[in-house]
């Protein structure tokens, strides 16, 4: 009974000495999605990581929201400034002697985890890597963050990087201030 249980499971089980897995792909193409904040900056060190474990492919995502006023459709990046993230992403993989590819799409506000997810089916991807800024369940599911909704929407395993103490911010939303 052992095998099949910590077969779906390889990270735990290459973690345990378990050698029973030859031939046994898993984790061979990895999309990255990246957004340019500071919780996204952790999630490239963790997809290295485990591309480098299981001799994998990185593709990384960015997804370019733009949203229509009455007459004109705006985005809050530049398209140069949303690829040069992408390509520096890429360079630096390939660097570190990975492969890797990487896209912006552009999609309407909104709709930036139905991008994540059908760019990981279009792309034969295996595993979504991505980052959270650190919300509780209850706070996620309110506010519909985008990992929550590829977590429900993706039919493949995400990998989800919280923030470390370090690069999370510091807020005081719930000590009252002295003029409370």
Do not use: C
Request: net charge negative; charged share 20%.
């Amino acid at each position: 009974m052992g095998t099949p249980a910590l077969a779906s499971h390889s990270v735990l089980v290459s973690s345990l000495g378990y050698s029973g897995l030859e031939g046994f792909e898993m984790f061979k193409h990895i999309l990255v999605a990246i957004d340019g904040s500071t919780y996204s900056q952790e999630v490239l060190p963790v997809a290295i990581e485990v591309a480098r474990k299981f001799d994998s492919e990185i593709f990384v995502l960015h997804v370019s929201e733009h949203d229509k006023g009455r007459a004109v459709i705006y985005s809050l990046e530049t398209p140069a400034g949303a690829a040069g993230m992408v390509g520096d992403a890429v360079k630096k993989l390939r660097d570190l002697g990975l492969a890797a590819k990487g896209q912006v799409r552009d999609m309407a506000a909104g709709h930036v985890a139905k991008a994540i997810v059908e760019t990981a089916e279009a792309n034969g991807i295996d595993l979504i890597v991505m980052g959270s800024r650190g919300l509780s369940d209850v706070q996620g599911l309110l506010l519909g963050s985008v990992t929550h909704k590829v977590m429900q929407a993706a039919g493949i395993s995400v990998l989800v990087v919280r923030p470390s103490i370090k690069s999370a911010p510091v807020t005081n939303d719930l000590v009252p201030s002295s003029r409370d």
